[in-house]
Nanobody, 124 residues
Framework: QVQLVESGGGLVQAGGSLRLSCAAS????????MGWFRQAPEKEREFVAG????????YYGDSVKGRFTVSRDNAKNTVYLQMNSLKVEDTAVYYC?????????????????WGQGTQVTVSS
């Protein structure tokens, strides 16, 4: 069992930055791949970024490549999403999720545990 709690969301102007954190409970955190997804109103949930259990492999959705960076600190049971050059279209609720097998990071079906989400709003 893994419990996930996101933080760090808020209101920011376009071009600004935010860093999201996802704190995980459970001793098995370091064995899980982790991912970030987002969902805007009336839109499908979208893959944002993923990271392997070791942090050695990272994956990004096309819309955030070059602007967002995912990282993790297994000693702190925390995964991060650094978001730079934010755009209005990045506005969404951001969720972190745990991927036990560490495969298919873009597939939400590979994730067994989800956080409650944190709102990110980017103003023009």
């Amino acid at each position: 069992q893994v419990q996930l709690v996101e933080s760090g969301g808020g209101l920011v102007q376009a071009g600004g930055s935010l860093r999201l954190s996802c704190a995980a409970s459970g001793r098995t955190f370091s064995r899980y791949g982790m991912g970030w997804f987002r969902q805007a109103p009336e839109k499908e949930r979208e893959f944002v970024a993923g990271i392997s259990w070791s942090g050695g492999n990272t994956y990004y959705g096309d819309s955030v490549k070059g602007r967002f960076t995912v990282s993790r600190d297994n000693a702190k049971n925390t995964v991060y999403l650094q978001m730079n050059s934010l755009k209005v279209e990045d506005t969404a609720v951001y969720y972190c999720a745990a991927n036990p097998l560490g495969v298919g990071f873009q597939d939400s079906g590979q994730y067994d545990y989800w956080g409650q989400g944190t709102q990110v709003t980017v103003s023009s």
